[in-house]
């Protein structure tokens, strides 16, 4: 019998040294495991918001929603596309009321890894790269190679803790330069993994510069939302700044009901398309639904109809608004309890007004990380941070977490 070494891999040499698992959802897998094995563990690292007593925070409106749809409704194809009224219900929950929603089209996707999904694919060729922040969700880079494109970064923050707008003028000039084309990926308001929110002179700012690359070559801005609701009410204000970039470029947004309306096992979302041309909107509509088919075919049909009940019956929204601000103030008393324990003990991090995230800036992220794992608090390691998960840390057990990061040798 011949040895399974000596022959080849039938994997393509490019998926063959893969990584078995995320890396967050090891260090979580761990810190569960010790937990359950009845040490004192505070879990920092996964992206999901928990109540203080360590259980999931759901919202019950969008529970009794998804009870409620009918059997054999749910157990049908969805459109390839997703449902009119929910792709109707999605663009009015981010552009309601404004000028830029007459100008959208959207597509139903698996979560917003989906909508980012389709964004890299549709709007970079193979061997290009997305331009986004240092600090950026580490998924993004697995999404890219996946797809056969890449990452290029810009410097997130200036010398006074600012965005550094500079920067990512310089990177969208170097990737017209480089590849004749841009897509941008932002992740704002309560920015993963750092917390930050970009003010509305930030916002401005980026406006201007993409508006004004926008007139050099082609250029697709995302908007990454999948934080947006737990950020303050001026933060969620970017329509109007949508606006300016549209004179140029196309505005993507990447929607998910995954933190918004808290089902992360649904697994739905959209990507919302933008742009001022009729006919670039069909072509872009066309485009999405190709894809859809390509990919993943259909999404969960059960979640989408859930989502048009609770997303267009104002009696039910409101429901959820109520449900969702409660789950807010949970968390804005972990960041208040956070930015106090932080300011006494030295720690540097970015402006961090609210949301699931915030990251300390360390010099030896991996040394940092395992020395708090002795002391039984996991944090995810990164380069020049670690990235503190809030959302399932509970407010009692926020000052021991922001101890160990002292100790461990957290400060500035």
Not at 105 to 129: D, K, M, N, R, Y
Request: include cysteine.
């Amino acid at each position: 019998m011949i040895a399974n070494t000596l022959r080849p891999s039938t994997l393509i040499p490019a998926a063959q040294d893969r990584p078995a698992d995320d890396p967050i959802f090891q260090l979580n897998g761990e810190a569960t495991r010790r937990a359950q094995a009845g040490e004192s563990i505070v879990n920092a690292t996964l992206g999901a918001l928990m109540e203080d007593d360590g259980t999931l925070a759901i919202l019950p409106t969008v529970i009794e929603a998804l009870r409620a749809v009918p059997a054999k409704r749910a157990a049908a194809y969805a459109p390839i596309s997703g449902d009119a009224p929910y792709l109707s219900a999605v663009i009015e929950d981010v552009f309601g009321g404004t000028s830029v929603a007459p100008l959208s089209v959207a597509a139903a996707t698996p979560g917003g890894t989906g909508a980012l999904h389709h964004a890299i694919a549709l709007f970079l060729e193979p061997g290009q790269s997305l331009l986004t922040t240092d600090f950026h969700w580490s998924p993004y880079d697995t999404l890219a190679a996946q797809a056969r494109r890449g990452v290029r970064n810009f410097r997130m923050f200036d010398a006074a803790g600012r965005f550094d707008l500079a920067a990512y003028e310089r990177g969208l000039d170097e990737c017209l330069a480089e590849q004749g084309r841009a897509l941008v990926f932002l992740n704002t308001p309560c920015h993963n993994p750092t917390g930050y929110s970009l003010d509305e002179d930030e916002w401005s700012a980026v406006a201007r510069l993409t508006r004004a690359a926008g007139e050099k070559a082609p250029v697709a801005f995302l908007l990454d939302m999948a934080y947006a609701r737990f950020g303050s009410d001026a933060s969620q204000r970017f329509s109007r700044h949508a606006e300016e970039i549209l004179e140029t470029c196309t505005f993507l947004v990447a929607w998910t009901a995954s933190k918004s309306l808290a089902q992360y096992g649904s697994r739905i979302g959209a990507l919302v398309a933008c742009s001022r041309d009729d006919e670039e909107r069909v072509r872009i509509k066309n485009a999405l639904a190709h894809a859809c088919r390509g990919t993943w075919s259909n999404c969960n049909h059960a979640g989408l109809l859930a989502a048009i009940e609770v997303l267009s019956k104002p009696d039910l929204r409101a429901k959820v608004d109520e449900e969702r601000a409660r789950l807010v103030r949970l968390l804005d008393e972990r960041v208040a309890v956070f930015n106090r324990a932080a300011r006494a003990c030295g720690l540097s991090h970015p402006r961090y007004e609210g949301g699931f995230f915030v990251s300390v800036f360390v010099r030896d992220a991996e040394r940092v990380a395992a020395a708090m794992r002795a002391d039984g608090v996991y944090v995810v390691p990164m380069d020049g941070a670690v990235r503190v998960a809030l959302c399932s840390t509970s407010a009692r057990d926020v000052e021991r977490l922001v101890s160990s990061l002292a100790k461990a040798g957290g400060r500035a």
